[in-house]
Structures are given as C-alpha cells and as structure tokens.
C-alpha cells in the first residue's frame, strides 16, 4: 500500500534453532556460486534496513528430517549441503529463525561474494537427494 514504511525485516520466529541442528542448504551452491549470490542480493534489497545479506536454509536433526526436507521442500535439487549449526556461527554466520518452521535464514554483513564463499567452505556434508527428479503421481 502507499504511503507504508518498507519492511525492515523479515519474520522471525521466537522459537530458537536447537543447539544440535544440521542446516540444510540447496546443493546448487557448489556448482553455481552466482545463485546463492543473486539470492543473498535479493534478500538484502528486500529487507534493505536489516542490512545484512540472508541465504535460505531449512534445519533438521536427523539424516530422516534431512530426507523429508528433500522430498518436501527441496526436490528440485540433486544435492543437498548439511551443515552443523555450530560450525556456520563458530565461521561467524547468524543463523536467524525465519517465517514458517524449519525455515532458518543464514546472514552475513560482508561482501556478497565473500560470504557466499565463506559458507562454501564450512565443513560440510553432501546428501544426495533421492526425491530429485521424481514426479508427483
């Protein structure tokens, strides 16, 4: 509407992230560095008063909740990067609970392409994604 102040945030849950949980980002990254930048870009100028950068990421506790989030919000994707919590904040990421559970959003206020490289190289794992590919019936 007009006249309205832009959102300076995004929605953030109050419920905090589990200590233990793995952070579940699209694999794509790895092999398109610019995704994740373009993405990171966009979020900054959504929520441009916030000013940090944010990458989208789901958490799990389990390889199964891994699995689920696959099939459920990640199928379009052949491979999936899980990290563990601590490792993104110990690289000096903030991990922000956003919108609808396990949705988290991880930002960082330097360069893009900085960050985006940062996280790239946090220790992580590679899943690959069973639901990749597969129609609905």
């Known amino acids: 509407m007009p006249g309205e102040p832009p959102i300076d ?13 793995w952070l579940v980002v699209r694999g794509v990254a790895s092999i398109e560095p610019e995704t994740s930048r373009r993405q990171a870009e966009l979020f900054r100028r ?25 099939e459920d919000r990640l199928d379009a994707f052949a491979t999936l990067f899980v990290y563990q919590l601590a490792d993104v904040i110990d690289a000096g990421f903030e991990v922000v609970p956003t919108y609808r559970s396990p949705h988290v959003t991880i930002t960082f206020y330097d360069d893009v392409d900085t960050g985006v490289a ?8 590679t899943v690959s994604n069973p639901a990749f590919g597969q129609e609905e019936a």
């Open 9 to 21: 945030r995004p929605r953030i849950r109050h419920a905090a992230i589990p200590e233990d949980a």
């Open 46 to 70: 959504r929520f441009e008063g916030w000013g940090r950068f944010g990458l989208s990421a789901f958490y799990a506790r389990s390889d199964d909740e891994v699995l689920d989030l696959g």
């Open 118 to 125: 940062r996280l790239l190289a946090v220790s992580h794992r």
